[in-house]
Each structure stands twice: as C-alpha cells, then as structure tokens.
C-alpha cells in the first residue's frame, strides 16, 4: 500500500502541528522556570520550523498569548512572523479568525499599520 501525497501532506502538517505546540509550550516553561539557555534552544528550533516547512499557527499563537503577558518577546516574535515573513494569505484564508486570540489580531493589526505609516513617510 502506498502513501499518495495528499496523505503524506496531511500526516506531515498534524506532526509539525504537535511540534510547534510542544516547542510553544517548552518555551512558556522554561520562561517560568528562567532557563534562558532552553528558551532559545526552543525559539531556534521554532524558527527553524517556521523556515523550513510551513508553521502552523494551529493553538500555538493561542497558548503563546493565553501564557504570556503584553510586550512579551515570545508574542512579538509571532507577531512578526504573521505580518513579515508568513504567507501573506495566512489571515485572509481564514472564514473566522476564532483561531487566533483578539489580541494577537490587534497586535499584527497595529504593526501592519505602524509599517504602512513609515513606508508612506519614507516615500514623501
């Protein structure tokens, strides 16, 4: 029996799922147990996710922002990741945007339009 490749695409993005959440998660504890040295070991391994196959957002922006508090690197670095380097499709694919939490939608909302405000004086 074969794998034909809408499984093995299926397969592949609920495993890289599982990963990010437990890279996310790992990161949320080694930032209350303050072991820096984990936390980047963890944000490495996320940005090498987030680089080299599609990252799935699925719960991880979630349990990033429900774990964290305001100004957090850790959401910053989510937040970035959504309005510079994702698919720019990413948000407007969604029919409901109940994935993501109010705050993080605010969040790239805000820096989307900080941007668009500095191109729009650099050009003047």
């Known amino acids: 029996m074969s794998v034909t490749d809408e499984e093995w695409k299926l397969h592949h993005k609920e495993r890289v799922t599982k990963e990010c959440?437990?890279?996310?998660?790992?990161?949320?504890?080694?930032?209350?147990?303050?072991?820096?040295?984990?936390?980047?070991?963890?944000?490495?391994?996320?940005?090498?996710?987030?680089?080299?196959?599609?990252f799935s957002y699925d719960g991880a922006v979630k349990y990033a922002y429900e774990s964290?508090?305001?100004?957090?690197?850790?959401?910053?670095?989510?937040?970035?990741?959504c309005a510079f380097k994702s698919n720019k499709s990413l948000l407007s694919k969604r029919a409901t945007y109940s994935d993501f939490p109010r705050e993080f939608l605010i969040d790239v909302t805000m820096e989307l339009a900080v941007q668009c405000s500095k191109e729009t004086r650099s050009k003047n």
């Open 21 to 54: 959440q437990s890279l996310v998660k790992l990161w949320v504890l080694s930032d209350r147990l303050l072991i820096p040295r984990l936390q980047n070991s963890t944000i490495n391994l996320l940005i090498h996710l987030m680089n080299g196959w599609k």
């Open 68 to 81: 964290t508090s305001e100004g957090s690197p850790f959401r910053r670095m989510f937040v970035d990741w």
